[in-house]
């Protein structure tokens, strides 16, 4: 499965967008979908992660109440909608696919998108 995270951009603080990852290739409906970030100098991490089925999310602490991960199996596309957003929040955001995995760790992805710059302005 091929992934395209797309959606990034510049937004003030308490500001919000919405990223999407687009899948393609054989069935892609059958993969749990992750989203990660990476900030300069430092490690990349959890963001939010979604089941195969969509019943079951998965989110980071800092993101928990703010941001909001769901899929589209029509358009073969999963969302993350980020409110509130903070400075801290400033990374490249990335989304990972799994066949047999929908955890927080990314280890457990194989496929895995081109990311998309997010910066919160203070």
């Known amino acids: 499965v091929q992934l395209q995270a797309s959606g990034g951009g510049l937004v003030q603080a308490g500001g919000s967008l919405m990223l999407s990852c687009a899948a393609s290739?054989?069935?892609?409906?059958?993969?749990?979908i992750g989203w990660f970030r990476q900030a300069p100098g430092k490690e990349r991490e959890f963001v939010a992660a979604?089941?195969?089925?969509?019943?079951?999310?998965y989110y980071a602490e800092s993101v928990k109440g703010r941001f909001t991960i769901s899929r589209d199996n029509a358009k073969n596309a999963v969302y993350l909608n980020m409110k509130s957003l903070r400075p801290e929040d400033t990374a490249i955001y990335s989304c990972?696919?799994?066949?047999?995995?929908?955890?927080?760790?990314?280890?457990?992805?194989?496929?895995w998108g081109q990311g998309t710059q997010v910066t919160v302005s203070s």
């Open positions: 290739g054989r069935n892609p409906s059958n993969y749990a």
């Open positions: 979604l089941t195969r089925s969509g019943n079951i999310r």
């Open positions: 990972a696919a799994s066949g047999r995995y929908s955890g927080r760790d990314a280890n457990g992805y194989d496929y």
